[in-house]
Each structure stands twice: as C-alpha cells, then as structure tokens.
T-cell receptor, first 111, second 117 residues
Framework: SQQGEEDPQALSIQEGENATMNCSYK?????LQWYRQNSGRGLVHLIL?????REKHSGRLRVTLDTSKKSSSLLITASRAADTASYFC???????????FGKGTRLSVIA | GAGVSQSPSNKVTEKGKDVELRCDPI?????LYWYRQSLGQGLEFLIY????????KSGLPSDRFSAERTGGSVSTLTIQRTQQEDSAVYLC???????????????FGNGTRLTVT
C-alpha cells in the first residue's frame, strides 16, 4: 500500500530557526495531509493540500506539494519550544480509501 | 466532550487474555478509523468504517483482531488471545463524510496504551 515517508526521522533546532520536513509517497494521490503528535497524545490535523495545489500557508506553516516528484514539504517558520512534537504526512488516493501515514519526523526545538 | 473519546486510556493484560477497546467518535462523524502505533513508529492502519458500508478490514493483522461499530456511532476493537507483539497504542479517529468527503481531516482520540505481559 502507498505510504508517505518522512525525512529526516529526527530534527533538532534552536528556537527561532525554521524547520523543514519532507515527505515522499509512492502512488497518485487525491490529497496530502500533515498531522502533529505531542508525546502521549493523539494526532492533530495541521493542514491539507489537494493534488491540484502547489503551496498552502497556515500561520507559521507552509506546505508545498510536487506531484511530479511525489513529494511534499512542511516548513515551520520561527520555531518555538512548543513546536516540539512528531510530524506525520498522510496520503489518500481516493474518496473511500483509508488515510495512510508515514513514520513521522521527531522535531525538537531547543529554547 | 466534543472530541473523540477512547477508553480505557491504559490497559495491562496477560498474554492469552481477550481485550476490548472502546471509541466514542465525534457526534455526526460517519467515518471511523482504528490505527495502531508501536513505540516510536508511525501509524499502522487497522480498520475503517464509513456509514452503512461494509468496513474495510484490510489492515487487521490477524483473525484475532475484530471490530464493530454499533448504531453508526461507538466502536469496539477486540483482540482475542493477546500476544506480546500486540503491545502498542491503539488510536481511533473519526471524520465528517459528505460531499468532497475525501478532503475531511481526521480527528483523533488520545489512544489506549495496551501492554501485554
């Protein structure tokens, strides 16, 4: 089954720096979503980008999608210690198929 | 509450026992998912319910795993004859399904941490 693969697996940055996480997937998709997971909690939806979109913004988040390369990136600008979490990309290739998640990037923002 | 509720939050059981995990989705959400997350890993899809359609059971790892969704609301995931490799966090999520349903984000519960000793 298709699966997003995030890169890097772990990322450690200083507060105020930008964090970039990448996601690659294998088959054609309908949309790609990014989720965040704090330790011991469920996942929280951050942003969704459709297959016909190339870039989307939400607050300090910027997501890009390159369907020709089957890849997406999540940029968090001006990172804060509270951004420390795991970030997952998830893809869906049609309306009634389940959302498939990657293994995530563990982001640590050091104050 | 307004979110997805899972119970229990933690469950310790002996190998060979059966366990039941419960999920209360957000009211009005017709799609419900179960995922499994092992320590430090991504989410493994288990089963997906959508409205009155037959569930997608393609992710269930063995016939020891089963799930029901009664009345289109509450769901129970049952693991029979538990094994140590079943130890993981079991996450439930729901979403609103309608026109353009494939764009609906998932709302997750906080999971049930299952430990099989």
């Amino acid at each position: 089954s298709q699966q997003g693969e995030e890169d890097p697996q772990a990322l450690s940055i200083q507060e105020g720096e930008n964090a970039t996480m990448n996601c690659s997937y294998k088959t054609s998709i309908n949309n790609l979503q990014w989720y965040r997971q704090n330790s011991g909690r469920g996942l929280v939806h951050l942003i969704l980008i459709r297959s016909n979109e190339r870039e989307k913004h939400s607050g300090r988040l910027r997501v890009t999608l390159d369907t020709s390369k089957k890849s997406s990136s999540l940029l968090i600008t001006a990172s804060r210690a509270a951004d420390t979490a795991s970030y997952f990309c998830a893809t869906r290739n049609s309306g009634n198929t389940p959302l498939v998640f990657g293994k995530g990037t563990r982001l640590s923002v050091i104050a | 509450g307004a979110g997805v509720s899972q119970s229990p939050s933690n469950k310790v059981t002996e190998k060979g026992k059966d366990v039941e995990l419960r999920c209360d989705p957000i009211s009005g959400h017709t799609a419900l998912y179960w995922y499994r997350q092992s320590l430090g890993q991504g989410l493994e899809f288990l089963i997906y319910f959508q409205g009155n359609s037959a569930p997608d059971k393609s992710g269930l790892p063995s016939d020891r795993f089963s799930a029901e969704r009664t009345g289109g609301s509450v769901s129970t995931l049952t693991i029979q004859r538990t094994q140590q490799e079943d130890s993981a966090v079991y996450l439930c999520a729901s979403s609103l399904v309608g026109t353009g349903s494939y764009n609906s984000p998932l709302h997750f519960g906080n999971g049930t941490r299952l430990t099989v000793t």
